[in-house]
């Protein structure tokens, strides 16, 4: 019964930040929970030590993001059901860092739009994937 509990604990505590993210096997996985700002490919600005600004009108400042993954090298992956986006994309896209903070941004033809920030890994409990 407590196992059970913990995971809707769990569950309610990941979908109301927006995500979720770990690393395993040398990729970053990052799951967005909230679908209504993805308008396009997701672009992640990353830095080691803090939130790192990206390069939009309505992004928060920022220190200047070490590494900028591009949407070329997220690769994107919709569930059945549709209830988030996971995305995916090698450690060497950041210098082999399995920990770090990040700006994520999604891309139109014309413009790049804030989705949000999080940090790698975020996971409070270890788990199987």
């Known amino acids: 019964m407590s196992t059970l509990l913990a995971m809707v604990v769990l569950a309610t505590v ?3 930040t927006g995500s979720h993210s770990w690393v395993k096997d040398s990729q970053v996985h990052v799951r967005f929970y909230d679908l209504s700002k993805i308008v396009g490919p997701v672009k992640f600005y990353v830095s080691g030590t803090s939130y790192p600004t ?3 009108s309505n992004c928060p400042p920022g220190p200047e993001a070490s590494f900028v993954v591009p949407p070329e090298m997220v690769y994107q992956t919709w569930p059945q059901g549709g209830k988030y986006l996971e995305l995916t994309f090698p450690c060497s896209a950041v210098g082999g860092m399995e ?4 700006s994520a941004v999604s891309c139109t033809a014309t413009d790049e ?3 949000g920030s999080g ?3 975020n996971e409070p409990v270890r788990g199987k994937r």
């Open 99 to 102: 920990q770090f903070y990040y």
């Open 14 to 16: 990941s979908a109301s």
């Open 54 to 56: 990206a390069l939009c």
């Open 113 to 115: 739009r804030y989705y």
């Open 119 to 121: 940090v790698v890994p």
